[in-house]
C-alpha cells in the first residue's frame, strides 16, 4: 500500500479512511478521466487563453487538496482520492470548482510570463507583477503541522482564483448549497462575483 490513512479528519470536517495503492489508483484514472477531460472541455470558452490544459492525476491522503499548478510547467495535478471521495458524498461540483480555480492560476502564471518576457502582450501588468511577488513568497493553505494558514486567503493569486471559479460555478448552475465562499471573504468578494458573472452574461457564456 503506497497510502493509508485512518480516522483523519478530512476538508468535509467528516473522518473517513481512504486506501490508495497502485491497482486501485490505475483503475480510479481509468474511471475518471472522461470527468476530468469534459469538464475541462466545456468550460474553455471561460479560461480567457487557448492554450491546450496539460493534466494528470495524482494522490494525497488529504481530500481538501483537490488540485495544484504547478507555476513553471502549467501542469495541473489532480487529486483523484478527492473527486473519488466527492462523487461518493453526491457533491460532484467540488470537483469542477477546484479545476476552474487552478486552471484560473494557469491564466495568472501565464499573464506573469507575460509581463516577463513579452510585456505588449501581457493585460494587466499591474496585476502580473504583484502575482509575480507573491508566487515567489507563496503562502500554502496549509502549514506543515496541518493547520490552516490565515494568510493564504489574503494573497491576491488566491482572492482571483477562488472569485473566478465560484463566478463559473454561479453562472453555469446557479447557487450550490455546499459551494460557499471562503469564509475570510466578504462584499468585495461578492461584487468581485457579480462583475464576472455579469462580463459572461454579457458575452453569452
Request: with cysteine.
Amino acid at each position: 500500500m503506497q497510502k493509508i490513512i485512518l480516522n483523519k479528519t478530512n476538508y468535509y470536517g467528516l473522518f473517513d479512511l481512504i486506501i490508495m495503492d497502485k491497482e486501485l489508483f490505475k483503475a480510479l484514472s481509468l474511471r475518471y478521466t472522461p470527468l476530468i477531460s469534459n469538464i475541462i472541455n466545456n468550460n474553455v470558452k471561460f479560461f480567457r487563453f487557448r492554450e491546450t490544459i496539460k493534466w494528470r492525476f495524482g494522490f494525497d491522503e488529504c481530500v481538501a487538496i483537490f488540485a495544484c499548478c504547478d507555476s513553471k510547467t502549467k501542469i495541473l495535478t489532480i487529486n483523484i482520492g478527492a473527486v473519488d471521495y466527492a462523487l461518493r458524498i453526491n457533491e460532484p461540483l467540488h470537483i469542477e470548482y477546484f479545476i476552474l480555480h487552478e486552471i484560473r492560476h494557469i491564466y495568472q502564471y501565464m499573464e506573469i510570463d507575460d509581463h516577463m518576457n513579452n510585456s505588449s502582450a501581457c493585460i494587466n501588468p499591474e496585476l502580473a507583477k504583484k502575482w509575480a511577488n507573491e508566487v515567489e513568497r507563496y503562502t500554502s493553505a496549509i502549514d506543515k503541522d496541518g493547520n490552516e494558514n490565515p494568510e493564504y486567503y489574503k494573497q491576491d493569486l488566491e482572492f482571483d482564483a477562488f472569485a473566478f471559479a465560484f463566478a463559473v460555478i454561479k453562472h453555469k448552475y446557479g447557487d450550490i448549497p455546499y459551494i460557499q465562499k471562503p469564509t475570510k471573504y466578504g462584499e468585495e468578494f461578492d461584487r468581485t462575483v457579480g462583475g464576472w458573472c455579469q462580463t459572461f452574461q454579457s458575452e453569452n457564456l
